[in-house]
């Protein structure tokens, strides 16, 4: 069964950064898209980011873009989503999602 | 782009019956698959149904996906439920290689 679990939330300050990682297992990391999917406390879910197979084609939604850069190493099995310029906004659960299938989720706070 | 309107709450009784729309704002309803998922409090989401009315092995057959070309839109409906069905339930399309989500809807079984 497919596994994703995300890392690297935490508080921090608006303005400062964070690195979120997604660890997958189970299945050819290689060859799917993954997504960065995020939901505000008490709110539904929104799309933050995605990454083809090969790395090269990412996308964003408007929100973060300019802020936010996803990645991923493939001999790794990792996903990426470095975090810049954090606003109070951004505070949600991260998840990473591939094949339908969603991990645990990491919390980011943005708060002074 | 489009957006995905579903509404805020449905109820219904346990045994019954409960249909979930999902209305494309724009573009063809059938032009990306659909996905349905289900939250549970204090849980990450779950598929109970992709590509439109395809179950994932786990799901059971009470759950099933449609599309209505007429309306624009995609429905998630359960039947017999089960109080441990109560959730919120989001649909998920696409829009070139970013998913669109649904505002979500809270299934209460009372």
């Known amino acids: 069964e497919v596994q994703l679990v995300e890392s690297g939330g935490g508080l921090v300050q608006p303005g400062g950064s964070l690195r979120l990682s997604c660890l997958a297992s189970r299945f050819t990391f290689s060859s799917y898209t993954i997504h960065w999917v995020r939901q505000a406390p008490g709110k539904g879910l929104e799309y933050v980011s995605a990454i083809s197979s090969d790395g090269g084609g990412t996308y964003y939604t408007d929100s973060v873009k300019g802020r936010f850069t996803i990645s991923r190493d493939n001999s790794r099995n990792t996903l990426y989503l470095q975090m810049t310029s954090l606003r109070p906004e951004d505070t949600a659960v991260y998840y990473c999602?591939?094949?339908?299938?969603w991990g645990q989720g990491t919390l980011v706070t943005v708060s002074s | 782009n489009f957006m995905l309107t579903q509404p805020h709450s449905v109820s219904e009784s346990p045994g019954k019956t409960v249909t979930i729309s999902c209305t494309r704002s724009s573009g063809s309803i059938a032009s990306n698959y659909v996905q349905w998922y289900q939250q549970r409090p204090g849980s990450s989401p779950t598929t109970v149904i992709y590509?439109?009315?395809?179950?994932p092995s786990g799901v059971p057959d009470r759950f099933s996906g449609s599309i209505d070309s007429s309306s624009n839109s995609a429905s998630l409906t359960i039947s017999g439920l089960k109080t441990e069905d109560e959730a919120d339930y989001y649909c998920?399309?696409?829009?070139?290689?970013?998913?669109?989500f649904g505002g979500g809807t809270k299934l209460t079984v009372l």
């Open positions: 999602v591939a094949r339908g299938v």
């Open positions: 590509d439109y009315n395809q179950r």
């Open positions: 998920q399309s696409y829009d070139s290689s970013n998913l669109v």
